[in-house]
């Protein structure tokens, strides 16, 4: 039913390489940092704090950074440093800001408006960064934008911690490459450990695996473990695009491995395919031999039968229902299809074998009771016939009906001719329930534009022309640096 091998969560370590945010905080004066170029210093007062100022063609340049600007202002008794129009270069990024607030005294810079870094594994869009050394944390308190070679990640705000390798991303989160999308209301991930959580509205479609999902939260590890909680929902379509298959429950589990995938659901369980629907409180799926299990007061239908009985298995082939089991004391009701009325069967275990979809004989194994509705020459009711027995009992179907049955080791049955007071005639532990039945589930859409290519800003003139002098960019070749 459901293949989860390159399910979208681990895209997530292919988005983003945040150690890039190790922000330069090199231009505070306890720093050593020499002017290299300057059109004009001159020294200066303004509401009524001392001033150096640094005008032109500003180049400064650190044991580990060199830095470019139009100006820089150091405000002395504030510890402050303001530049504008900054280029910063570093052995593994650099940065461009509209302008930069750096306090020397607590290692903190604030880079405003159209935030560019480029790194070699990505390309950062922000208006608003934040960078605390001491902490060793981002702060992106704007809408924010990370480019790589898979794909884009949007989100309206979030925090990245260093050391720990720690990222959390708030407000309408967005990963998007080639292949599949994801969106959530927020994103928290330990990127070295590859462990992801996901919160509120998470919607994700993987188009390689033609599987779409959706939840209130979603969890995800280096194991190949994935959990999707309250309200989680997942919908497959096969490769030849001729079966659907949804799976609703309140917790839904999935297990990569090497040869199969395993998906576990937990609370209001709920399956809806082209060839069968279910109920239970729990169901385990193997994908390698195509097999459900359902416990915990499962009802399985299919077509007009229905199953009951505390264990039900179920086994596919080629997304056709191939074969039914249950035990122990199933309770089997067959619908005819032309008089409404509903043959019954039950026993110690129930076999359903089916071919291309249509059922195709039923075994019951011991203590086999059974009631069939029969039909005249002209298809309309002719009574009905009660059987027991010790041993197993066979009924055959043609085209989906009824068509014969046999039973073996000490029979006992009777005809009871045509009469309306038979018509509702119940074996003991009879169950019809058709209106629990799970109907086809609304297909569930992203509640968020698509990701564009459309960049938040117009790129600065410095960044542009940067681009422009540097023939040899092979380390950020992946990367569109410039709009088509």
């Known amino acids: 039913m459901i293949e989860t091998r390159k399910l979208l969560y681990t895209l997530l370590l292919l988005f983003i390489s945040l150690h890039t945010l190790a922000l330069p905080n090199k231009i505070y004066a306890q720093e050593q940092v020499t002017i290299v170029q300057a059109d004009r210093g001159e020294g200066g007062i303004i509401d009524g704090e001392p001033i150096r100022r640094l005008l032109g063609n500003v180049e400064l340049q650190s044991d580990r950074m060199y830095m470019y600007a139009d100006s820089a202002y150091q405000f002395e008794e504030r510890n402050l440093i303001q530049a504008f129009n900054i280029q910063i270069e570093t052995d593994t990024d650099i940065i461009w800001a509209d302008t930069l607030f750096h306090d020397t005294e607590r290692e903190y810079s604030r880079f405003r408006g159209r935030v560019i870094l480029l790194s070699e594994l990505n390309l950062l869009l922000s208006e608003s960064v934040d960078y605390d050394r001491i902490l060793d944390m981002a702060h992106f308190n704007s809408p924010v934008r990370f480019e790589d070679e898979d794909g884009i990640l949007l989100a309206e705000g979030g925090y990245y911690i260093q050391d720990a390798d720690v990222a959390f991303f708030t407000g309408d989160v967005q990963l998007a490459d080639s292949t599949q999308y994801l969106e959530a209301d927020s994103l928290f991930m330990n990127r070295s450990a590859q462990y992801y959580r996901l919160h509120n509205r998470v919607y994700a479609f993987d188009m390689e695996e033609n599987v779409t999902f959706s939840g209130h939260y979603l969890e995800a590890d280096s194991a190949g473990n994935r959990t999707l909680a309250n309200d989680a929902w997942m919908m497959q379509i096969n490769e030849a695009g001729t079966d659907t298959s949804h799976l609703n429950a309140q917790l839904i589990h999935l297990t ?7 998906v576990d659901a937990y609370k209001e369980v709920r399956i809806w395919s082209e060839s069968f629907s279910a109920v239970a409180d729990t169901s385990h799926y193997r994908s390698d031999i195509e097999q459900f299990r359902l416990l915990s007061n499962p009802v399985v239908w299919q077509n007009r039968i229905q199953l009951t009985g505390p264990y039900i ?8 229902i191939e074969f039914l089991t249950s035990y122990p004391d199933p309770f089997a009701v067959q619908q005819d299809s032309l008089t409404g009325r509903l043959n019954q069967m039950k026993g110690d275990t129930l076999e ?8 195709d004989r039923i075994v019951v194994f011991d203590n086999s009771e059974l009631i069939f ?19 197993a009992s066979i009924i055959t179907f043609l085209n989906g009906e009824l068509d014969n049955f046999k039973a073996e080791q000490n029979i006992d049955g009777s ?5 309306p007071d038979y018509i509702d005639r119940r074996l003991s532990g009879f169950r019809w329930d058709p209106d629990m039945r799970p109907e086809r589930p609304d297909i569930r859409q992203p509640r968020l534009p698509p990701v ?6 117009e790129l600065p003139e410095r960044f542009l022309r940067y681009i422009s002098d540097h023939d040899n960019l092979s380390d950020f070749e992946h990367l569109r640096l410039i709009p088509e």
């Open 415 to 419: 005809h009871l001719p045509e009469d």
């Open 373 to 391: 509705h029969l039909k005249d020459e002209n298809d309309q009711p002719d009574g009905l016939i009660e059987l027991i027995a010790q041993g």
């Open 313 to 320: 298995e179920a086994h596919l082939s080629d997304d056709q």
């Open 452 to 457: 564009t290519e459309e960049r938040p800003f």
């Open 256 to 262: 990569e491995t090497d040869t199969s995938d395993f």
């Open 352 to 359: 359903a074998h089916f071919k291309e979809g249509e059922i």
